[in-house]
């Protein structure tokens, strides 16, 4: 821990996610009494555990996904969810936020994380269409596939764009909704960025057996529309199509850092 931030007074931490958390409960455990934190958040939410989010369609609550609360108990910590900072200014030391707050620190720590990218294709804003990194995000996800299935009077099928770690949680949590997953990897293999091409070879053969179907080496170009507006198939870089009635796009397959708080 940075002893600088231990003997500062005011602490302001922007991003309100497992990393802030984490420092927040750091801080505490070594810093005196006349420390005061404030953490901005911009889910209307307290920090829980994003990497457990495919708990979620296995049963968990938003409430046992959410990290220990005792940290925010703490008299000198203070939490503002659902704002966003706008606005650093470096020279008088204050933030401004969505809300038109304005808060001063001597210590500034941004843990904003990342975000998930849609796909940068011609339909990735139609209704069916998702991404995966936030507890909104999986909440919107099942009631889709609940309401969607109710609609057709059948299972839905869709694909998960992108076959890294995440990705091919979702598709398995999924599955166990019911729903028919194909994973699309643009790579030839997947977890590209962890395995090798027989280490890829070898998580395909195990997950193909469990029901999921793999499409390695397929670049998505476009999502296509039905009648009523909402995504009905994904078109291919080599003019192959593919039928879904949802898709998604996990946060490892388009993530992004995050920069909502732009300095001066």
């Not at 046992?64 to 609360?69: E, H, N, Y």
């Not at 939490?79 to 500034?108: E, F, N, Q």
Request: proline fraction near 3%; glycine fraction near 10%; hydrophobic fraction near 40%.
């Amino acid at each position: 821990m940075n002893e600088n931030i231990e003997n500062t007074t005011d602490i302001l931490v922007v991003g309100a996610g497992m990393v802030a958390h984490r420092l927040v409960e750091s801080v505490l455990s070594r810093a005196e009494a006349g420390m005061r934190i404030t953490v901005i958040g911009d889910e209307n939410r307290a920090p829980y555990d994003r990497v457990g989010l495919t708990g979620y369609f296995a049963g968990s609550t938003p409430q046992q996904l959410t990290l220990d609360p005792g940290v925010f108990d703490d008299d000198r910590v203070t939490l503002i969810a659902d704002d966003r900072v706008t606005r650093i200014d470096r020279v008088a030391k204050t933030v401004t936020t969505r809300a038109h707050r304005s808060l001063g620190y001597d210590t500034l720590v941004l843990a904003t994380g990342s975000y998930a990218a849609r796909v940068a294709v011609d339909g990735a804003d139609l209704p069916g269409c998702f991404v995966y990194r936030t507890l909104d995000d999986v909440q919107a996800l099942r009631q889709f596939v609940s309401r969607r299935g109710a609609e057709l009077g059948r299972p839905l099928r869709g694909a998960v764009i992108g076959g890294g770690l995440l990705g091919l949680e979702a598709a398995g949590a999924l599955q166990s909704l019911d729903v028919e997953c194909t994973v699309v990897q643009s790579s030839d293999r997947l977890m590209s960025a962890q395995l090798d091409i027989a280490g890829g070879g070898m998580l395909r053969r195990l997950i193909e057996a469990k029901g999921i179907s793999v499409r390695t080496q397929s670049r998505t170009t476009r999502l296509d529309p039905d009648a009523s507006g909402a995504v009905t198939a994904l078109e291919f870089q080599d003019g192959s199509f593919h039928r879904a009635t949802w898709s998604s796009s996990p946060s490892g397959s388009g993530r992004v850092t995050n920069s909502h708080a732009p300095p001066t």
